[in-house]
């Protein structure tokens, strides 16, 4: 079934770097709206930890290798906007989101702790998965 992503809306970043300008899509799959993702193109200093993208699938809609196909086409959409690598990251008890990582040729740096600075540590993410997709 073919992925298209539809541009739903966008978000400043703040100049302290703390919060990463933000472009929100819905992930549609033969018309349907299975999921969300975002792209923040800016590589701040809280990149790497929450990563330059995120992806989630309905429940209803998992195992069809939707955020797959989304993630590779945000790498499209990072390569229009002069970027030549991005960083994603997942927890690492996440297998879903590592396999997908790996599916899209992402290579896995480490697995680092959260700073205690880092706006993730309010949402009890310790530990994350730090990974390069180069594009």
Known sequence: MSVVLKFTGEAPGSPDGSCLRALYY???????????????????????????????????????RYALEALRLLCGR??????DHLTVTCRPENAASRRTLELAGAELKAVEEVPPEHPLRGSRVEKVCVYCIKL
């Open 26 to 64: 819905d992930i549609l799959a033969g018309g349907t709206r299975v999921g969300t993702c975002e792209l923040r193109p800016e590589a701040t200093w809280t990149a790497r930890w929450s990563g330059q993208v995120s992806y989630t699938v309905f429940p209803p809609y998992r195992g069809h």
């Open 78 to 83: 990072s390569k229009t906007l002069g970027l």
